[in-house]
């Protein structure tokens, strides 16, 4: 789970550069970006590209922003465009929201910033969230040597790696 996490971070940060900050990327940056969208395409089973991505094998706890505090819910789909959460508190649709995947095994965290695209309410509540600006990364305390410490590179090597 954390190496898909990682694609799908490192993807969002590259989308986020060109699109949200205006920094045009170099040639590596936009082959690693190229390669990084056709690994997350995967293989859609119709036509519907909200199921581009397979559901999460076992679902995996999230918290994310509500206004006026926090909201609690299980991952069941990702993608690298955005997450399926089920919820007993899903946000309103078109609310931005903040979205924390704490991946404690691997010693790391990833904060994604998210637009509500969709609401489920009923019995099993849920909310579908597209990704929405510059995502981060951090280390967890006492995992310092067991999570990458730069960004995944899909094309030539330009620098050596960071000792952890």
Known sequence: ???FFEMVYAYRLLL????????PLDAD??????GL???????APSNDPRR???RVPSPLSVQFTLPGGFGAGQLHNASGGGLAIVTATPGALGERTIVRVGL???GVEYVFPCRVVWVQKGQQPAMGVVFDGVPSRTLLPGH????WRSPLRLGARRNAPIAA
Not at 29 to 34: D, T
Not at 37 to 43: F, H, I, N, T
């Open 16 to 23: 986020a550069k060109e699109e949200k900050l205006a920094i």
């Open 29 to 34: 940056e936009r082959v690693e970006l190229l």
């Open 52 to 54: 581009a991505m397979p």
């Open 144 to 147: 310092g040597g067991t999570s």
């Open 104 to 106: 404690v095994a691997a």
């Open 37 to 43: 969208a056709q690994l997350l395409s995967g293989d």
């Open 1 to 3: 789970m954390h190496d």
